[in-house]
């Protein structure tokens, strides 16, 4: 199993910039990727970014390519989810998750492909 406790997250004004972290424990050897989602209130899970953990290839979704870069630190077991000119429609809860090596999935986006999920942190953004 891995545990993931992911922090950062906070209150900042339109086009401020904001740095979530996931810290990985456990298993983390089985770690093929490591990705962002956010939920609104009201609105559906969605993709925002993933890296590899070995490659460190990573993906986003259109609406935040350009603004947030995700990293990773393979030393501190940690990801990173560098946000910068942040919008109010970013505002939501932030969870990352991780899929394990060998897993089934439909695209880098797939959630029901990521086994495991931190608790989420709250990124509301002002206009």
């Known amino acids: 199993q891995v545990q993931l406790v992911d922090s950062g997250g906070g209150l900042v004004q339109a086009g401020g910039s904001l740095r979530l972290s996931c810290a990985a424990s456990?298993?983390?050897?089985?770690?093929?990727?490591l990705g962002w989602f956010r939920q609104a209130p009201g609105k559906e899970r969605e993709f925002v970014a993933t890296?590899?953990?070995?490659?460190?290839?990573?993906y986003y979704a259109d609406s935040v390519k350009d603004r947030f870069t995700i990293s990773r630190d393979n030393a501190k077991n940690t990801a990173y989810l560098q946000m910068n000119s942040l919008k109010p429609e970013d505002t939501a809860v932030y969870y990352c998750?991780?899929?394990?090596?060998?897993?089934?999935?439909?695209?880098?986006?797939?959630?029901?492909?990521?086994?495991?999920w931190g608790q989420g942190t709250q990124v509301t953004v002002s206009s």
């Open positions: 456990g298993r983390t050897f089985n770690i093929y990727t």
């Open positions: 998750a991780a899929r394990f090596v060998g897993t089934v999935a439909r695209s880098w986006g797939d959630s029901r492909s990521y086994g495991y």
């Open positions: 890296i590899t953990w070995r490659e460190e290839n990573a």
